[in-house]
Structures are given as structure tokens and as C-alpha cells.
């Protein structure tokens, strides 16, 4: 773990009876970043994030928070990480102040410093209006609003978020990362993110890209799609294995059998598409060309498609 780390990640690995969820996971987060945990469901994802929020232990390898060991001082990493679980964890007959200040209670705070705070975070969040409110008639934008002002009640130096975005339309969307950005700059809060959606994973500074428990990709969001080299097409076709092995005899281009389509890396796609075409347009269907983006990251590096996982 370098010192300028907020958490650092070496040799984990983690197993549920015989099924192993993380495969010797290494790297690390620095401070102030915002960092996305990217991967489809069983990815690994949520075992990662109960491990760094000490609800799992370390079975294998180490994990760091702020230089403290998870397994040797899990009471201590508590008090510096925020948590905002993908399930609502507010209690819905309660309002928004008294939601808060339970979560208060919970970390030792009272009196005076407890409702500065309080005012603080509902000044913050634009919830200043609402603070008696009954949090189920918030709406669902507002409801993570809440979530995740309680999770930074203590004023934590890292906030852990799990599937943030889960049951939000896209404006509340939109709202929630505009808040993670201003949170990162204003106050240096490094911000952790596990999601499964590809936007998101572009509005990380870095990110690591998990499959079945294995980090198969890490970098910032250009450097991964870089790594691709050149455009990616699709071919859609009735006989896929039979015309990849032609492709590949006839262009010397490797062509990927992902079910009815064919995926091809190429440099220059326009003019391998246009090749194609003329050479087995009969056989081709539809086909489609574009720029790389994380989804062709994660099928260049697991060899089949995100949501197939």
C-alpha cells in the first residue's frame, strides 16, 4: 500500500464453503479519488465491499484502511468509513431528523455537536425543508439523499456506496453524482463505488473491473478503453463459427463467437466492415461499428458478453 492509499488491497481472496467469490485481488484507492468497483452480477462485487466495510473478515491476504489493518483493528476502520448499503436502511415511520440522529447515537454523538451536524448535512443535501418529514414520503431520490447523509454523519474519511443508483429515475441519477463530485472536491472524501452500469463506471477517476471474483481490468476509464486498440464490430450472422474460421483465413483478424454474433477488434473498422461486407455480405445480417467502451473492455478480457455473466 503506497502512503498516498486511502485503501489498499493485496492478495485477497475470499470463499463461501467451496465456492471462491475473490481471487487474489491487488490494488489500491488513493485518497481523494472516487473509485468504481465495475462487474456483472456475481462478479464479486458485493463480497469486496462487505470485506472493506468489515461486515466479512480477511480469510486471505491483507486489506488496509488509512494504514490500519481491516482484520487486526476492525472497530478502528469503522470509525473512519461510511456505509451506504444497496438496501434502504432507513426506518420509514420515522423522519428524516429522527433517522439521523439515531445514526448519531450510534457513533457516540449527542447534544450540540450531534445537531450541528445534523443541520450541516440537511443544509447540504437540500433537505432543510423536509427535516420532518416522514422518509417514506420522500422520494426515491431524496430516500438515498438520507442514506447517505447518515452514512457521513461521523464525518468518515472514505464512503463506501454499494449500487448507489439502485431505484433511482435518471435525473436523481444525475443529481446523486453531481453530489459525489462536490463531496470529493469540497471535503476530500474518498468515495467508493460498486455498480454494474457502464455510465457510472465512466464517471470514476479509476476503477477495477471484476468477473466471477477476478480483477480483470484496472485503470482509468480512457486507459481501458485504449487498451482495446481500434474499433470494435459486431456481425450479426446465422453461422457464426463457421464464418469466423473464414474471417480469420481471409483478413488474418481474430473474430470472437459471442452466441449469433461475431466480435471483431480491428484498428481501422471502417475499412475491415466494408471488406467484410463485400466478401460475405450474403451471410452477414446486420452489423454494427463503434468506439470502444468498457463493456468491449470486459469482453476482451473475459471473452464473453457483461450481461451473459
Not at 84 to 97: A, E, I, N
Not at 150 to 166: W, Y
Request: glycine content about 10%.
Amino acid at each position: 500500500m503506497t502512503e498516498a492509499a486511502a485503501i489498499g488491497v493485496s492478495g485477497l481472496s475470499h470463499w463461501y464453503g467451496t465456492r471462491q467469490a475473490l481471487d487474489n485481488l491487488q490494488f489500491d484507492i488513493s485518497k481523494g479519488e472516487i473509485f468504481g468497483v465495475l462487474g456483472p452480477n456475481g462478479g464479486g462485487k458485493t463480497t469486496l465491499f462487505r470485506v472493506l466495510s468489515t461486515l466479512l473478515p480477511v480469510q486471505q491476504g491483507q486489506v488496509q484502511v488509512c494504514g490500519l489493518d481491516v482484520a487486526r483493528n476492525p472497530a478502528a476502520v469503522r470509525a473512519l468509513i461510511g456505509v451506504t448499503f444497496q438496501s434502504p436502511s432507513l426506518d420509514r415511520k420515522l423522519t428524516v431528523l429522527e433517522n439521523l440522529r439515531h445514526q448519531g447515537h450510534l457513533y457516540g454523538l449527542s447534544g450540540q455537536p450531534l445537531r450541528l451536524r445534523m443541520d450541516e448535512l440537511l443544509q447540504q443535501f437540500g433537505l432543510n425543508d423536509r427535516r420532518h418529514d416522514l422518509t417514506e414520503t420522500l422520494s426515491g431520490g431524496m430516500q438515498r439523499r438520507v442514506e447517505i447523509a447518515k452514512g457521513l454523519l461521523h464525518e468518515p474519511r472514505i464512503l463506501l456506496l454499494d449500487e448507489p443508483s439502485t431505484g433511482l429515475d435518471p435525473g436523481a441519477r444525475i443529481d446523486l453524482w453531481q453530489f459525489l463530485e462536490q463531496l470529493r472536491q469540497e471535503r476530500q472524501v474518498t468515495v467508493v463505488v460498486t455498480t454494474h452500469l457502464m455510465d457510472e463506471a465512466e464517471r470514476c477517476d479509476r476503477l477495477v473491473i471484476l468477473d466471477t471474483g477476478r480483477l480483470v481490468a484496472h485503470g482509468t476509464p480512457a486507459e481501458l478503453r485504449s487498451s482495446i486498440g481500434g474499433d470494435c464490430v459486431t456481425i450479426q450472422c446465422a453461422a457464426p463459427d463457421d464464418l469466423a474460421l473464414r474471417i480469420d483465413a481471409r483478413f488474418r483478424v481474430s473474430a470472437r463467437v459471442m452466441g449469433q454474433q461475431l466480435r471483431v477488434e480491428v484498428p481501422a473498422g471502417h475499412e475491415f466492415l466494408r471488406n467484410a461486407v463485400a466478401e460475405f455480405g450474403g451471410e452477414i445480417e446486420q452489423v454494427t461499428l463503434g468506439k470502444p467502451t468498457l463493456e468491449d473492455v470486459f469482453v476482451a478480457r473475459t471473452g464473453h458478453r457483461f450481461w451473459n455473466a
